[in-house]
């Protein structure tokens, strides 16, 4: 008979799927754009349209986020499967929590950068445009936050994928499909 360590192991939710899946295809596009975008010797046009991108998918980032958190904390994440030696499970839980953490970063010292900066926040100047008062100083250090903070997401990124695509191509025990198909 079947124990239960052999049952597939059970998905997340869809409403987490649909998230996770978005918040990637925003992330994995978001920062390559903010990568080129702060290149010498681009083009004018192309800098301006990375940029309007960058300052626009930002704050919708952050949105994702504070939804997956929410919708996380209402329905939980299924157990990490028994076949999980513990040490692996700890880590990926870390890594989870250390990308939510990283993207409210990112997002939060992205906007005050911009407002404190005295730049536009393009679309979204309406509804949270003038929260920061322009302030040099604060700018600067947001600024320097952002950019370090971009090598913290890049080396969780690549720990995260590396997992999954081993778990997903090499392993095939199940993991991947925790997360697949997105809707
Ligand atoms: C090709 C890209 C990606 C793949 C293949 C992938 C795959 C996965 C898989 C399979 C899981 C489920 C792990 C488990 O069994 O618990 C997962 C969870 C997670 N992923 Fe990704 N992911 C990708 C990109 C991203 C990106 C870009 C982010 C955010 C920056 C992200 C953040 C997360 C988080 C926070 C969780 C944990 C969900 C929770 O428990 O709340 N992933 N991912
Ligand atoms: C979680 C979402 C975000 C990610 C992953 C992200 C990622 C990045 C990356 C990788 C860079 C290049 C950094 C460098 O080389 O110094 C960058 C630059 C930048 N980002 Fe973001 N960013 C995010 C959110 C935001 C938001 C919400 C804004 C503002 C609305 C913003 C505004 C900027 C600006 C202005 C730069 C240029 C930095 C400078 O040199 O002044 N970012 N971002």
Redesign the pocket.
Known sequence: MASPTELPPQRYPSLSRLLHWLTALL?LS??PA??I??QEGISRPLQNSL?LY??NI??V??ILVALRILVRLVKKAPPMPAHLPRAQAAAAEAVHGLLYLT?IV??IS??V??QA?G?P?EF?DPLIGGMVAKNEALANTA?AI??FS?YV?IALLAAHIGAAAMHGLIKRDGIFSRMWPPV
Do not use: E, N, Q, S
Request: charged share 15%; no cysteine; net charge positive.
């Open positions: 992330v978001t920062i903010g990568l975008m702060v940029f960058h300052k930002g704050p980032i952050l993207l990112m997002a992205g906007i950068r911009v900066g730049f926040m979204w600024k952002h950019h971009r997401i």
